[in-house]
């Protein structure tokens, strides 16, 4: 009975691609992390005044966590998840729009952090993958603005009242998608 050795199970570009991987779980890991810490620093800084949609953020935050667990498992047993990688990023857009939510809305000073999730899934896989990306990011995005400003959802703060931004809604999310395609079709070139 022959046995398989490592290079011939994982190539050479299979390794580093396990390589990349490991610190793109981590990366995860601590973004997750951080949220967590983030969502309570939040909850006990509103406290009554939380609404029921920050509430269900925990549980958004949790199944993201349960997410990334299973991936790091997946991880560990076969070295590889280039198959798993999209279904990530999906995961983190998610995690994205929950930290909009969480912090204004329309009103957030951070919605620049598409940014980085449009780039890293350029850089990764292909131009139409990060152009999808950004697609996915300003669908979330734009049905998150306007049920905010449409009272459809709550906002984190029951305090605050969500109005669109000074320049409008459309404008904003017509430059925040504009940015997100120009990324994504420059992000290509760097792979």
């Not at 046995?3 to 199970?9: I, P, V, Y």
């Not at 935050?61 to 047993?77: D, E, K, P, S, Y």
């Not at 300003?138 to 109005?163: F, K, N, Q, R």
Request: glycine share 10%; with cysteine; charged share 10%.
């Amino acid at each position: 009975m022959q046995t398989l050795k490592s290079e011939e199970f994982w190539p050479a570009g299979d390794a580093i691609a396990a390589h990349k991987s490991s610190w793109q779980l981590l990366a995860r890991s601590f973004s997750l992390g951080l949220g967590f810490f983030g969502l309570a620093f939040a909850y006990l800084s509103f406290g009554s005044r939380a609404s029921e949609g920050a509430q269900i953020s925990y549980w958004i935050l949790g199944a993201l966590m349960l997410v990334n667990a299973a991936a790091i498992a997946w991880h560990c047993r076969w070295k590889s998840i280039s198959s798993l990688q999209s279904g990530l990023s999906f995961c983190d857009a998610l995690l994205i729009t929950t930290t909009i939510y969480l912090s204004g809305g329309p009103q957030s000073p951070i919605l620049f952090i598409y940014l980085p999730l449009v780039m890293a899934a350029s850089v990764q896989f292909s131009q139409r993958d990060g152009l999808i990306m950004a697609g996915v990011c300003g669908l979330a995005y734009s049905v998150l603005a306007w049920c905010l400003v449409h009272g459809i959802i709550p906002s984190a703060d029951e305090s605050l009242i969500t109005s669109a931004p000074t320049g409008g809604l459309i404008l904003q999310i017509v430059g925040l998608c504009s940015a997100m395609v120009l990324i994504a079709v420059a992000g290509s070139f760097l792979s």
